[in-house]
């Protein structure tokens, strides 16, 4: 089993930045993603961005140029450096694992940290 802990969410102004980071623990395979989702009030949880293990990213449009992702596969962490902040980016931000078994992916969740951009 896999466990995912979130840290680093909170309240900040618009302009502003955070860093989300995430400790994954347990039986985590070699061949991974790792990433980010978030979900605003009555709004559909969306991709935000992904790392594999071979350090590739993707990005959702509303936040290239803003957010870059990062991992430590010796610590088996993630990292979302969040710049610039917009009021449209306050949301539960969801550290998410899709690992590969051999035949199928598996997928794990965070319990979620709150991101909220006010001024």
């Known amino acids: 089993q896999v466990q995912l802990v979130e840290s680093g969410g909170g309240l900040v102004q618009p302009g502003g930045s955070l860093r989300l980071s995430c400790a994954a623990s347990g039986s985590i395979r070699s061949i991974n993603v790792m990433g980010w989702h978030r979900q605003a009030p009555g709004k559909q949880r969306e991709l935000v961005a992904t790392i594999s293990n071979g350090g590739v990213t993707n990005y959702a449009d509303s936040v290239k140029g803003r957010f870059t992702i990062s991992r430590d596969n010796a610590k088996n962490m993630v990292y979302l450096q969040m710049n610039s902040l917009k009021p449209e980016d306050t949301a539960v931000y969801y550290c998410?694992?899709?690992?590969?078994?051999?035949?199928?992916?598996?997928?794990?969740w965070g319990q979620g940290t709150q991101v909220t951009v006010s001024s």
């Open positions: 998410n694992l899709k690992a590969w078994s051999g035949r199928w992916w598996d997928d794990y």
